[in-house]
């Protein structure tokens, strides 16, 4: 591979990255046979500023993504708490309507069956609780 090639593959490199991302010296150095020159060096420099990339080690990028990561896992631990809480609350709601829909209560059972039909008449409010009673008495 020669020097023009390797450029190409450099600016390709920095082409694809987006403003604020990060190059590592390393995979720079890949793309050349031998030892950059101070020419190319300062034409490196040029397109990393021109592209708004920079170029670290790979040991500062090893930081750079467990930083990244560790944002990542904080943020998502924020998102999971709040949405937590919202959770434990609507499931509470959940457990009392559910409870309250078991019960054998004659007034619950009473007020449920109200709530199943749509309009009483005297009649079929006053029968209501007499069947209920009947039921609990079988």
């Known amino acids: 591979m020669s020097a023009k090639d390797g450029m ?7 082409a694809t990255k987006k403003k604020g991302d990060v190059i590592t010296l390393e995979n720079i150095a890949k793309e050349f046979n031998k030892q950059i020159t101070a020419a190319q060096a300062k034409k490196i420099q040029k397109l990393a500023e021109d592209a708004k990339v ?15 990561e ?10 999971l708490s709040e949405s937590s809480a919202d959770d434990e609350f609507d499931l509470h709601k959940e457990k009392e309507l559910l409870e309250w829909s078991r019960s054998d209560s004659p007034v619950r ?21 007499r069947t209920i009673k009947g039921f609990n008495r079988s």
């Open 70 to 79: 560790a944002k990542k896992k904080i943020d998502d631990r924020k998102k």
């Open 109 to 129: 059972m009473y007020l449920r069956e109200m709530g199943k039909k749509t309009k009483k008449t005297k009649k079929t409010k006053k029968k209501l609780p």
């Open 8 to 14: 190409k593959n450099v600016e390709t490199l920095f």
């Open 54 to 68: 920079e170029i670290i080690s790979a040991s500062e990028h090893a930081k750079y993504i467990t930083e990244r």
